[in-house]
């Protein structure tokens, strides 16, 4: 089982940035398909972005695309979120996690190990 620690969050105005990062440690996630969730207050969970390990393509919700970039090191086993022009609606607490190997699906039920979360704010 890997484990999973994301951090980089905090308080930001509306159009700055942020990075955010998730170290995995345990196993390698160099041939895992790695995914960002965030869940606002009151919200179900949902997929922000994931990358794939084995196209090295990258995969995005229409609310963050052309704004956010997944991207990962597989020599420091870590996986990578940054955030430019961010807006209020993008407050939430922000997850990565590691895709089942045998699933085609971004939804949250698709993907197994999860770390524990990092809080991003957007003020207005």
């Known amino acids: 089982q890997v484990q999973l620690v994301e951090s980089g969050g905090g308080l930001v105005q509306a159009g700055g940035s942020l990075r955010l990062s998730c170290a995995a440690s345990?196993?390698?996630?160099?041939?895992?398909?790695m995914g960002w969730f965030r869940q606002a207050p009151g919200k179900d969970r949902e997929f922000v972005a994931r990358?794939?390990?084995?196209?090295?393509?990258?995969y995005y919700a229409d609310s963050v695309k052309g704004r956010f970039t997944i991207s990962r090191d597989n020599a420091k086993n870590t996986v990578y979120l940054q955030m430019n022009s961010l807006k209020p609606e993008d407050t939430a607490v922000y997850y990565c996690?590691?895709?089942?190997?045998?699933?085609?699906?971004?939804?949250?039920?698709?993907?197994?190990?999860w770390g524990q979360g990092t809080q991003v704010t957007v003020s207005s």
């Open positions: 345990g196993r390698s996630i160099s041939n895992k398909n």
């Open positions: 990358t794939a390990w084995s196209s090295g393509r990258q």
């Open positions: 996690a590691t895709r089942r190997d045998t699933t085609y699906s971004d939804h949250e039920s698709a993907y197994d190990s």
